[in-house]
């Protein structure tokens, strides 16, 4: 019997793979209480596994200003949901219509920005259709995409200063950008459960 197209998946083999990962892992419950959300969107172009990256403009009231980080924002009592508050803050700060271009897989583990330890921030993993235009607003400086199979050979130590203080890191080194902290836990997450690193 032929399956009506509404109900055949846009999604690639890789990705249904992730999904079906991310629903069968321990990461953290849906209905959790969190202050902020991020994004990772996921393109499959030729069974070559991309993720954009975003570069925060410089900010004197801004704790991540000049960071690599991820699409994403604190919630707004408007939001109602998580999920709105990622697919707000990923219109406004990179112009990716979640809602029409990207196909939700999952969640990874709540976490904890170092220089916010308070806040409780949810990283969703989105599939995307085709690869969407990007059109970056006041917040960010730059977005460009990496490649997830090539970060564990960029891995490296960086010095960065956290709170006035100067420390060595773990990182990522992407055309000669740091991406440590936050954003580096989440991506290690991502990788571990695409299999692309092991697991500790």
Not at 56 to 65: A, Y
Not at 105 to 112: P, Q
Not at 129 to 138: E, M
């Amino acid at each position: 019997m032929v399956q009506p197209l509404s109900n055949i998946s846009s999604l690639s083999p890789k990705l249904l793979a992730l999904k079906n990962s991310l629903l069968g892992s321990n990461t953290s419950s849906r209905e959790e209480k969190v202050e902020a959300g991020v994004s990772l969107m996921i393109l499959d172009e030729n069974d070559y596994l991309e993720t954009l990256l975003i570069q925060r403009t410089e900010r004197h009231d801004d704790p991540w200003s000049g960071q690599i980080g991820l699409p994403g924002g604190r919630v707004k009592p408007s939001d109602g949901t998580i999920r709105s508050t990622i697919h707000r803050e990923v219109l406004e700060e990179v112009g990716v219509d979640l809602a029409a271009d990207g196909d939700e897989l999952g969640a990874l583990s709540i976490g904890h920005p170092i220089r916010r330890l308070e806040m409780r921030v949810q990283p969703w993993v989105y599939g995307l259709k085709r690869r969407p235009s990007v059109t970056i607003g006041p917040e960010v400086s730059s977005a460009f995409w990496v490649s997830l199979p090539s970060l564990p050979l960029t891995r490296t130590a960086s010095q960065v200063s956290i709170r006035g203080e100067h420390r060595t890191v773990d990182c990522f080194l992407v055309e000669g950008k740091v991406v440590w902290g936050y954003t580096y836990r989440v991506l290690t997450e991502l990788l571990e459960v695409l299999g692309i690193i092991a697991r500790p």
